[in-house]
């Protein structure tokens, strides 16, 4: 066995090991994850000569195994590329080295970047550039003069009827010779013009076609080449069953997205396997500073991502006694809704912190299941807006159709008042002000969200510091708008106040639970036309 088996500083005893491997999708890291990842830290700390590239930042992952002798140890893995390689002493190999040089990857991948080596040059060679412009010239030119000539021939066309009115006969057999004239004129200048164009179009589609037959090869090779790696990806599972990368998507009814199998843990699960090593706990932190539209905290370890991760994952740890996911498993107080606020037409309800709003795909209890039971069975209850599973505070909840198309235009036409509280781990810089970072699903990790100034959807977010202790701040927040995570995000990102809400497993620590609750609501009563003012005290 290679360097990549690492032992601990002391020796570990078996009372300190986990009884049920990590959840790689929701989990509170386990303390040998943070001693080793403490140590990996150690070792990148002393690398000055990637100093740069992790101080741009980087995931890491470390896995605790327990050789065939019960000595604990790590491994320890990088996700992508670093320092624009694979492979490094230190840390385990690729699942699939497809940098090797003399492989058919680097091989196939030198072809298709001679084609695109020669698309580039060729769209950007006079020939083609010279025939493009004058097949856009042609066009419109021969526009403009038809356009000149028919105003010409309708100028001339009203001068005849003007003639007409007091034209003899053979006057008037002289302005119908006119007007045939006149529209034969027009279509021989149709047809010379046409043909102007027509030749243009053909010089012009003889760089066209030669380009669109290269870009099809392209085409052709990069999918053949994906196809083929992701074949070549021979992924194993605790029970030593072995599957490609392309068939675990496969599976799934997905083709596998760019870098799959690339993240640490895959790297980590398949060296432990292939060394006949027991996994034990996992973990994968970030290195380095966040990037512009994520969350990402130096340090902080982070639930392995769902769109490149989670089919893999699935199959390799199909084995292995693994702990049950927490956000397939609501914790919340079996007890009935406490009702807020009630009359015929609203109902105002207090949700627990780990109960769902909606009904999901899971079958799991949600505050639309529960007043299905408050209401006898009444379809037509609906809850009105949404809270995060992991959020509790005031939920209203229409009794009627009616109702809820009125109050839902509310809170979309922003003439409903929202406040959070939250307890953040931070201090923010600032006491009061207002956030604005637009926000868009990350579609390689949902449900996570990020900031992303070109594709987002705007979102404001008003803050006052209530109180702060040592590393911590109690917050009031108010969401002008009501995008997903909008409160946790703008907390969390450091272009907003860079500082977490406690106990937020998407962005910043688990804890027992997460420290932000809808504490208030004021509107317009939509049917009796009163002001409504909601309070329910935070918990914590």
Known sequence: MDNCL????????????????????????HPLV????????????????????LDAGKMFGVLIVKDAKGIVGYLAAFSGLL???????????????????????????????????????????????????????????????????????????????????????????????????????????????????????????????????WRAERHRRSAALQQRLFSSYRLLSARGQACSLYEV????????????????????????????????????????????????????????CKSKCEPILRFMLDGLAVEPNPLLCPVWPRQPLAVVYEDEWLLAVGKPAGLPSVDGTMGLPSVESELRTMSGGKAAWRVVHRLDQDTSGLLLVAKDVATLRRMQAMFAGREVTKEYEALLDGLPSRDAGSIDLPLAPDWNDRPRQMVDSEQGKPAQTGFRVLTRGSGWARVRFEPFTGRTHQIRLHAAHTGGLGAPIRGDRLYGHPADRLYLHAARLTFRHPVTGRMVDLHLPVPF
């Open 6 to 29: 690492h032992t601990f500083d002391r020796p570990v005893g078996t009372d300190e090991l986990p009884r049920l491997f990590t959840c790689p999708f929701c989990y509170e890291p």
């Open 34 to 53: 943070r001693e080793a990842a403490v140590s990996v830290g150690r070792y990148l700390s002393g690398r000055e000569d990637w100093a740069d590239e």
């Open 83 to 213: 320092a624009g390689n694979n492979r490094h002493d230190y840390f385990v190999p690729p699942v699939y080295d497809l940098l090797r040089p003399d492989g058919y990857f680097k091989q196939e991948e030198a072809c298709i970047s001679e084609l695109n080596r020669r698309i580039c040059d060729l769209e950007a060679s006079a020939g083609c550039i010279r025939a493009r412009e004058v097949y856009e010239r042609e066009r419109g030119d021969a526009a403009a003069t038809m356009e000149k000539a028919r105003a010409e021939a309708a100028e001339r066309k009203a001068r005849r009827q003007v003639r007409r009115l007091t034209a003899t006969e053979v006057g008037k057999a002289d302005l119908i010779r006119e007007s045939q004239f006149d529209k034969a004129e027009l279509r021989r200048l149709k047809q010379r013009l046409a043909a102007r164009v027509e030749t243009a179009r053909q010089e012009a589609e003889t760089f066209d076609a030669v380009l669109h037959a």
């Open 249 to 304: 998507f496969r599976r799934e009814g997905r083709i596998p997205p760019g870098g799959a199998g690339e993240c640490a843990a895959p790297k980590l699960l398949q060296y432990a396997y292939l060394h006949q090593l027991c996994p034990v706990a996992m973990g994968e932190f970030w290195w380095g500073r966040s990037p512009q539209g994520e969350v990402r905290h130096h340090g902080h370890f982070y639930p392995s």
